[in-house]
């Protein structure tokens, strides 16, 4: 009886399980264009996360990426794990709205400086049931093009926690959040208040500043620890602040006599990536150059890398 030989079934790629979990939902969120080259440059990023020994340090983190608007918007982290607590919605809210011709995979998210910016759906509330503080948060951002900022978070001048703020601008030529100078604003609003400012002239590439206490935080641009001047703060993160942290924009309050009233300060930039969470693994330089090399080697693997 003649038998036939069989043919091996090729498997396909194995990719890192969140990795598969970012992929399902940005396909329920309408996501498309999600390519097997994108899913293996998500993957690895993953992997490098948890090799780096940082994944529980981040309370959201979207990598921009995808076929179309709504899979950029999808975060692929939305806690400090898969299976626990999950912060905020499965997909950024656009506000403007941000049109289809200000995203591409190859360059990330043109925000105009005008009307367009992207919600995280988070506040500073939400940071302090995520765990973090004044004294322990970290933000960033992938800036590719810049011609002003703020870049990410809020700020609180007329509201009921007046004076907080966590607040990212990764180098600008206006002092929405500090004078003419990339800034991480932790913990106050005033100028000359809760900043870490860089000691180096602004460039393109991964933003990464964090505080770790009133006097102490770093500030990393492209890997590199270009730490400045560092000033206190009074505030303090509370479960109740509803002050909203945006993506491309920083909300902000301000009171004309009659109470506070949403002013949003919008950046003017293209974006490729940001994070925002507690500092957890990134407080030491292994984490951080961790942090660094995964982002880079994502850009990179998108040919959009500076």
Not at 28 to 36: K, R, V
Request: hydrophobic fraction near 40%; aromatic fraction near 10%.
């Amino acid at each position: 009886m003649n038998q036939r030989l069989m043919r091996p079934v090729a498997s396909g790629p194995t990719y890192h399980p969140e990795a598969l979990t970012w992929r399902t939902a940005a396909l329920a969120n309408g996501g498309t264009g999600i390519t097997a080259s994108t899913m293996q440059a998500v993957s690895d990023f993953c992997a490098a996360i948890d090799a780096a020994g940082i994944r529980s340090a981040f309370l959201r983190l979207n990598l921009v990426c995808g076929g179309n608007l709504a899979a950029a918007r999808t975060p692929l982290y939305r806690g400090a794990s898969a299976t626990g607590t999950q912060y905020g919605p499965v997909i950024d809210v656009n506000v403007g709205p941000l049109a289809e011709e200000d995203y591409t995979q190859a360059t990330g998210v043109y925000f105009n400086g005008l009307s367009k910016y992207i919600d995280t759906g988070l506040t500073i509330g939400s940071l302090y049931s995520f765990g973090a503080g004044a004294s322990d948060t970290h933000a960033s951002v992938y800036l590719r093009t810049n011609d002003f900022g703020p870049h990410f978070g809020g700020q609180d001048y007329a509201g009921a926690y007046s004076n907080n703020a966590v607040a990212l601008d990764a180098g600008s030529s206006g002092g929405f959040i500090a004078d003419y100078a990339p800034v991480l604003r932790i913990g106050n609003v005033n100028y000359g208040e809760g900043e870490i400012f860089t000691a180096a002239a602004h460039a393109l590439g991964h933003h990464l500043a964090m505080r770790s206490s009133d006097s102490a935080g770093v500030y990393l641009q492209a890997g590199t620890d270009v730490t400045g001047t560092i000033t206190g703060y009074t505030a303090a993160f509370a479960s109740g602040d509803s002050t909203p942290l945006y993506f491309g924009a920083t909300w902000s309050s301000t009171d004309n006599g009659s109470g506070p009233e949403p002013n949003p300060f919008l950046g003017r930039a293209t974006l490729a990536a940001y994070s925002v969470g507690r500092i957890q693994g990134l407080s030491d330089s292994a984490g951080r150059v961790g942090f660094y090399n995964a982002m880079q080697a994502f850009q990179a693997a998108l040919g959009r890398d500076v």
